[in-house]
Nanobody, 122 residues
Framework: VQLQASGGGLVQPGGSLRLSCAAS????????IGWFRQAPGQEREGVSCISDSDGRTYYADSVKGRFTISRAHGKNAVYLEMNSLIPEDTAVYYC????????????????WGQGTQVTVSS
């Protein structure tokens, strides 16, 4: 499977964006999918993931209550809805196939797609 993240952009604090992770070459519902982000000079952070079997989701504490991961109905994609954005959310966001551990987050990532830049600034 090949993954491609899109939907990033420049948004003011408090605003919203929806990122899309589109798959080709295979059906995305066969995989656990994770979203990661990396800001300049910082380590990569696994922010969310969704399981293939039962749709359970994981969120990092830094985004819990503000971000929502979901599978796109009728499309071979996974979304990351981001609300109440803050400047600390500024990063390049990536999606990948993972093992979604509900206690730890996205693990054993592979099939990384090209990232999409999210900038939160006034």
């Amino acid at each position: 499977v090949q993954l491609q993240a899109s939907g990033g952009g420049l948004v003011q604090p408090g605003g919203s964006l929806r990122l899309s992770c589109a798959a080709s070459g295979d059906t995305i519902t066969l995989y656990d999918i994770g979203w990661f982000r990396q800001a300049p000079g910082q380590e990569r952070e696994g922010v969310s993931c969704i399981s293939d079997s039962d749709g359970r989701t994981y969120y990092a504490d830094s985004v819990k209550g503000r971000f929502t991961i979901s599978r796109a109905h009728g499309k071979n994609a996974v979304y990351l809805e981001m609300n109440s954005l803050i400047p600390e959310d500024t990063a390049v966001y990536y999606c990948a196939t993972v093992y979604c551990d509900m206690g730890i987050g996205p693990l054993r990532s592979s099939n990384w797609g090209q990232g999409t830049q999210v900038t939160v600034s006034s």
